[in-house]
């Protein structure tokens, strides 16, 4: 069933695409951006989380993609990006891209190594700790409502390059070694679930699954106040929010999937399922105190699926939830159940 409110084709979009039939990241893919990012990405452990009352008895772990040097995932994706153009290009040259800011501090380090300039628009309302952490990388930062317009706007103006944050080939590659470090640990999980913003990590994680381990179901979680590849699948188009999105799970707020990734999340997710701000807040508290990792809301949103009872995961199954960040200020309000 599609959701009311009216669809409108975001900028990036191309409306009359056959999705179906676009070309997806590959195992090979995913493998050579490991080897790129040998020396710039590390190799984050899976964390075993205490068992949580009320839930069936599954042995849940947790890749802790928090312990990053940039505190997320999303410097996997944006320096396997950087680093594929320069072996393409013979060399690297400025970018600029936009962000709510974990891919911006990603995206600044992975620049300063190369010894190039990164600008990144940011909205407004960002949160503080991801802006300081941008800059501390090296970045420049642009605070703008438009992101999509400043960001074309200012590459233009500067004859740099653009880098999407998440619809990219490379940058999906660079996600998709979380799952090749998932699978050197537990080679067969039941489930892994991880959550999504504009698709990108859910993409490159269900690539290397559906080669290596089938058998797994990959379930993505999103905010309900910005389910926005949830509302692109249930359209079966590309499509934005009716509304803006919004959630303090400030890493997963992106209006809309983007091409490449929604033609990913159509043939590799197995489920979507969304969850609430006083589910995601509850469970951001119990998965601080279950794991003695501190992460960021946008990381809790996948302990918020499995406690909504929304999925159908036998008793001893064996699930890893990805913890995509843990950018956030320690005394953040909402880490109190």
């Known amino acids: 069933p599609r959701r009311p409110g009216a669809r409108v084709a975001t900028p990036w979009f191309d409306p009359g695409r056959d999705h179906a039939l676009m070309d997806l990241v590959t195992l090979q893919d995913v493998r050579d951006a490991a080897a790129r990012l040998r020396d710039t990405a590390w190799p984050t452990p899976l964390v075993p989380c205490d068992p949580l009352p009320g839930l069936p008895s599954w042995n849940i772990l947790v890749k802790a993609e928090n312990l990053q040097h940039t505190g997320s995932f999303k410097v996997r994706g944006a320096a396997n990006a950087l680093f594929a153009r320069s072996e393409r290009e013979g060399g690297a040259r400025a970018v600029v891209t936009y962000s709510a800011g974990n891919h911006g501090a990603g995206a600044a380090y992975a620049a300063t190594r190369l010894g190039i300039g990164v600008t990144v628009c940011m909205p407004p309302a960002s949160v503080p700790v991801k802006v300081a952490a941008v800059r501390r990388f090296g970045g420049r930062v642009v605070l703008t409502d438009d992101l999509i317009g400043t960001t074309r706007s200012l590459a ?3 004859g740099s390059a653009v880098l999407h944050p998440f619809d990219d080939h490379d940058v999906i590659a660079g996600q998709g070694t979380v799952g090749l470090e998932i699978l050197d640990h537990c080679p067969n ?4 679930i991880v959550p999504v913003g504009g698709g990108g990590l859910v993409s490159g994680v269900g690539t290397v699954l559906a080669a290596l381990s ?3 179901r990959i379930i993505g979680v999103e905010p309900d106040g910005a389910a926005s590849m949830s509302h692109a699948l249930a359209a079966g188009a ?3 929010l009716p509304t803006p999105a919004r959630s303090v799970a400030d890493g997963l707020t992106a209006p809309a999937p983007g091409e490449i990734t929604y033609a990913h999340a159509r043939r590799l997710v197995h489920r979507m399922v969304s969850v609430s701000e006083r589910e995601i807040l509850g469970a951001w508290a119990r998965m601080i105190a279950a794991t003695r990792l501190f992460v960021e809301p946008s990381a809790a949103v996948t302990l918020a699926a499995l406690r909504s009872g929304e999925l159908d ?6 699930v890893v939830l990805v913890a995509s960040g843990g950018n956030a200020a320690p005394g ?3 880490l109190r159940e």
């Open 313 to 318: 995961l036998p008793d001893g199954a064996t």
């Open 189 to 192: 999980p039941d489930a892994v």
């Open 156 to 158: 233009a103006e500067a």
């Open 332 to 334: 953040a309000p909402g």
């Open 214 to 216: 089938p058998a797994t």
């Open 238 to 240: 590309l499509v934005s």
